[in-house]
């Protein structure tokens, strides 16, 4: 009777074994996955003009995924943190942040003490960290610190849309590069001109 409690125990065991590494892969397909579904329509998106009717339609599927996607993101972040490179492939991280990136600024400000832990222990760029601090500066109504956020500029008479953009406002913008160059961004005057934009410093 032992020696068969025994074996049961042990089959158990090398069968519990066993589905840990699939839980794990399945999860590194799933977050790049969830990484090519984030990008899908907003490459597309980005080569269009603000003003083309057809950004309507590509904005509405991207929401569509968006929403999707943030439901499962928010279950892995509560459930293991910050995936790890090691355990979940390169593009893991990059994943998770996108989607928090893209979704409601309640979200941004949730996981953004995430995101800086993550970076002070080097699992991701401080950059992407700017990104998401000047993000949720912008949608709450406020300067951005590392004038990574570009809007659209607004017809002054009309009050719609042009196809131009603009970098939006920065706090201390006089010494923005400084900060920039700190979390290893490339000053903001060849970041502009990679989006056809003429910085000029507010005055």
Not at 126 to 148: C, E, F, H, P, S
Not at 175 to 196: D, S, W
Request: proline share 5%.
């Amino acid at each position: 009777m032992r020696a068969l409690i025994l074996i049961t125990c042990l089959l158990f065991a090398i069968k519990s074994q066993g589905q840990a590494p699939r839980s794990t892969e399945s999860l590194k397909k799933e977050l790049a996955e969830i990484y090519r579904t984030d990008q899908l329509y907003r490459k597309e998106m980005a080569n269009i003009k603000p003003t083309d009717l057809k950004i309507v339609e590509l904005v509405n599927q991207q929401d569509k995924i968006d929403s999707a996607n943030l439901i499962r993101v928010v279950k892995i972040l509560d459930s293991i943190g910050y995936p790890e490179k090691s355990l979940y492939g390169d593009s893991a991280g990059l994943a998770v942040f996108h989607v928090i990136q893209h979704s409601p600024v309640k979200y941004q400000e949730k996981y953004l003490p995430l995101f800086e832990q993550a970076a002070k222990e080097n699992k991701i760029e401080w950059k992407w960290v700017a990104m998401m601090t000047d993000r949720v500066r912008i949608n709450k109504g406020l300067k951005q610190i590392y004038g990574t956020q570009i809007v659209p500029v607004k017809d002054p008479d009309t009050g719609f849309l042009t196809n131009k953009a603009e970098i939006a406002p920065i706090e201390d913008e006089e010494n923005v590069n400084e900060r920039r160059a700190n979390v290893g961004l490339p000053p903001i005057e060849e970041e502009a001109k990679k989006f056809g934009i003429e910085y000029k410093p507010k005055q």
